[in-house]
């Protein structure tokens, strides 16, 4: 079992930044890559970036190309989500989710262990 808890999230002007945090636990060797979702109300489950453990493969969805950057420190077994110029369009509540198994996939049923979420807030 691999465990993922979320942190970061907040209240963010229009054009502001955020870090999110993904703090792994249990089985880390075990999980292939992490990755970002998001979902605001109403809203499908979106794919936001996701990176392998290794670090030799990310991956980002189109709405967030160029603003949003995902890392990994191996030593602390966190990954991140920088979001930069953010707009009140990424408001959402923010997932981190990991897999065992291949490479960064935009579809969530791939993944195996998901994080309890951290709210984002973007206002006009």
């Known amino acids: 079992q691999v465990q993922l808890v979320e942190s970061g999230g907040g209240l963010v002007q229009a054009g502001g930044s955020l870090r999110l945090s993904c703090a792994a636990s249990?089985?880390?060797?075990?999980?292939?890559?992490v990755a970002w979702f998001r979902q605001a109300p109403g809203m499908s489950r979106e794919f936001v970036g996701g990176?392998?453990?290794?670090?030799?493969?990310?991956g980002y969805g189109d709405s967030v190309k160029g603003r949003f950057t995902v890392s990994r420190d191996n030593a602390k077994n966190t990954a991140y989500l920088q979001m930069n110029s953010l707009k009140p369009e990424d408001t959402g509540v923010y997932y981190c989710?990991?897999?065992?198994?291949?490479?960064?996939?935009?579809?969530?049923?791939?993944?195996?262990?998901w994080g309890q979420g951290t709210q984002v807030t973007v206002s006009s």
């Open positions: 990176i392998r453990w290794s670090g030799d493969t990310t």
């Open positions: 989710a990991a897999k065992i198994v291949g490479t960064v996939v935009p579809r969530g049923t791939y993944y195996d262990f």
């Open positions: 249990g089985r880390i060797f075990s999980a292939s890559v």
